[in-house]
């Protein structure tokens, strides 16, 4: 990959001064393409998609349906209706959830490193409808325990309904083995659920190889616009889901003693929508494409062991996760043991420009489970270059040098 290029087709980093942003595990830039795309709309055909008949309404249908075509491409869904839009990949996971039909005792299997978007719409059931979420405990490097995970598969036995597990961590970059979990799961007759938010930007996807059930991303992650996100749902699942934003194109028709759904995916994509993002997200799948994401993701490794190999021997600082970056991707999270990562974190930008992530990072659970505080996260992408993490790394070790 020509990273110097890359680099070029976003306005923030094409000056010889750019940051170094390593915040890609929060929210990607986004390129020249996705804001002209936006633009596009707002000037050029500012309608509203899937109602009206004039003009801008239909050249902004005919988008939104390019955008759906691209977006099933990518994940290779079995047709462009499996797709739906949503804000991100909460707002996915919610439905997804919410939308199921759940008895008293059914147990619903998550792992102990979840993004509150994938913990917290399960806890939400266990408390006001009795479902029984149950944990499944990672080993000691975070990395999946599948021996464990199939006891406790045995020990739910038939009233195991729910596997719903990160694809890729935010925490840590540790990636699940999603294929074989979800083989597991359906000999028990259970669903699968992912969270991609981490995976699709950064990956190949392939549900079909997956062999899941459900699949969500946020978009806002891959290059794409704020506010944007969606999931992919087998064609027979959306049909029995329920909508939990019922009102404008959720519908048929209405009468006032009753309505009928409209077919999936508008009976999921009620009220106005974000046309805007929804025109862009072609134009991010676009730009995507136009990489082998395998290379893509070997480049965010190598820059990962750099500065893994930098700063994994520095007194007080411990790696999350195992040590090796090819099991982290271009994710490296550091526990500061002397140290508050924010104030670390605002010492990075403020001194040098180095744009990092710190907190616990939606993953309260794990921190607290733990007895952390938080962690300082380096997320690296296609457009960063090696003297992007080796800047976030020296300048890292000076800090910590200064504040002893």
Same mark, same amino acid.
């Given at each position: 990959?020509?990273?110097?290029?890359?680099?070029?087709?976003?306005?923030?980093?094409?000056?010889?001064?750019?940051?170094?942003?390593?915040?890609?595990?929060?929210?990607?830039?986004?390129?020249?393409?996705?804001?002209?795309?936006?633009?596009?709309?707002?000037?050029?055909?500012?309608?509203?998609?899937?109602?009206?008949?004039?003009?801008?309404?239909?050249?902004?249908?005919?988008?939104? +349906?390019?955008? &759906?075509?691209?977006? #099933?491409?990518?994940? /290779?869904?079995?047709?462009?209706? !499996?797709?739906?839009?949503?804000? =991100?990949?909460?707002?996915?996971?919610?439905?997804?959830?919410?939308?199921?039909?759940?008895?008293?005792?059914?147990?619903?299997?998550?792992?102990?490193?979840?993004?509150?978007?994938?913990?917290?719409?399960?806890?939400?059931?266990?408390?006001?409808?009795? +479902?029984?979420? &149950?944990?499944?405990? #990672?080993?000691?490097? /975070?990395?999946?325990?599948?021996? !464990?995970?199939?006891?406790?598969? =045995?020990?739910?036995?038939?009233?195991?309904?729910?596997?719903?597990?990160?694809?890729?961590?935010?925490?840590?970059?540790?990636?699940?083995?999603?294929?074989?979990?979800?083989?597991?799961?359906?000999?028990?007759?259970?669903l699968v659920c992912v969270d991609g938010a981490q995976s699709l930007p950064h990956k190949p996807v392939d549900v079909q190889d997956l062999g899941v059930d459900f699949f969500a991303f946020s978009i806002h992650k891959m290059c794409g616009p704020s506010g944007m996100g969606g999931f992919w749902a087998k064609?027979?699942?959306?049909?029995?889901?329920?909508?939990?934003?019922?009102?404008?194109?959720?519908?048929?028709?209405?009468?006032?003693?009753?309505?009928?759904?409209?077919?999936?995916?508008?009976?999921?994509?009620?009220?106005?929508?974000?046309?805007?993002?929804?025109?862009?997200?072609?134009?991010?799948?676009?730009?995507?494409?136009?990489?082998?994401?395998?290379?893509?993701?070997?480049?965010?490794?190598?820059l990962n062991s750099i500065m893994t190999n930098r700063l994994k021997d520095i007194d007080g600082v411990e790696i999350i996760g195992p040590e090796q970056p090819s099991l982290r991707g271009g994710i490296l999270s550091l526990h500061l043991k002397k140290h508050d990562p924010h104030e670390i974190a605002m010492?990075?930008?403020?001194?040098?420009?180095?744009?990092?992530?710190?907190?616990?990072?939606?993953?309260?659970?794990?921190?607290?489970?733990?007895?952390?505080?938080?962690?300082?996260?380096?997320?690296?992408?296609?457009?960063?270059?090696?003297?992007?993490?080796?800047?976030?790394?020296?300048?890292?070790?000076?800090?910590?040098?200064?504040?002893?």
């Amino acid at each position: 990959m020509d990273v110097q290029k890359i680099r070029q087709d976003f306005p923030t980093l094409a000056s010889d001064n750019a940051p170094a942003y390593l915040d890609n595990a929060c929210v990607t830039l986004r390129p020249n393409s996705v804001i002209k795309s936006i633009l596009d709309y707002y000037e050029l055909s500012p309608g509203c998609g899937g109602r009206s008949v004039h003009k801008y309404g239909t050249m902004v249908s005919k988008a939104i +349906v390019e955008s &759906r075509k691209k977006l #099933s491409t990518m994940v /290779n869904a079995n047709e462009m209706n !499996e797709i739906v839009f949503t804000k =991100n990949a909460t707002q996915s996971l919610n439905q997804i959830s919410k939308g199921l039909s759940w008895e008293k005792g059914d147990i619903v299997l998550t792992t102990d490193r979840e993004h509150n978007s994938n913990l917290v719409p399960w806890l939400q059931l266990e408390q006001e409808q009795g +479902v029984d979420h &149950r944990v499944i405990p #990672s080993f000691e490097d /975070n990395t999946f325990n599948l021996e !464990e995970f199939e006891k406790m598969c =045995n020990e739910a036995g038939d009233k195991l309904r729910m596997v719903s597990v990160g694809h890729v961590g935010n925490l840590d970059g540790v990636s699940t083995p999603v294929k074989e979990i979800a083989k597991i799961a359906h000999d028990f007759d259970a669903l699968v659920c992912v969270d991609g938010a981490q995976s699709l930007p950064h990956k190949p996807v392939d549900v079909q190889d997956l062999g899941v059930d459900f699949f969500a991303f946020s978009i806002h992650k891959m290059c794409g616009p704020s506010g944007m996100g969606g999931f992919w749902a087998k064609k027979e699942l959306l049909e029995s889901l329920r909508s939990i934003q019922a009102g404008g194109q959720t519908v048929k028709s209405t009468r006032y003693d009753g309505f009928e759904w409209a077919e999936p995916p508008a009976r999921f994509e009620g009220g106005l929508g974000h046309f805007a993002g929804m025109k862009a997200t072609g134009d991010a799948v676009d730009y995507l494409s136009s990489f082998d994401l395998n290379e893509v993701y070997e480049h965010e490794v190598r820059l990962n062991s750099i500065m893994t190999n930098r700063l994994k021997d520095i007194d007080g600082v411990e790696i999350i996760g195992p040590e090796q970056p090819s099991l982290r991707g271009g994710i490296l999270s550091l526990h500061l043991k002397k140290h508050d990562p924010h104030e670390i974190a605002m010492l990075l930008d403020e001194s040098n420009d180095v744009m990092v992530r710190s907190g616990q990072h939606c993953v309260h659970s794990w921190f607290h489970a733990h007895n952390i505080e938080g962690s300082l996260r380096a997320s690296a992408y296609l457009y960063n270059t090696e003297e992007d993490v080796k800047r976030f790394s020296e300048t890292l070790e000076e800090i910590l040098t200064i504040l002893g």
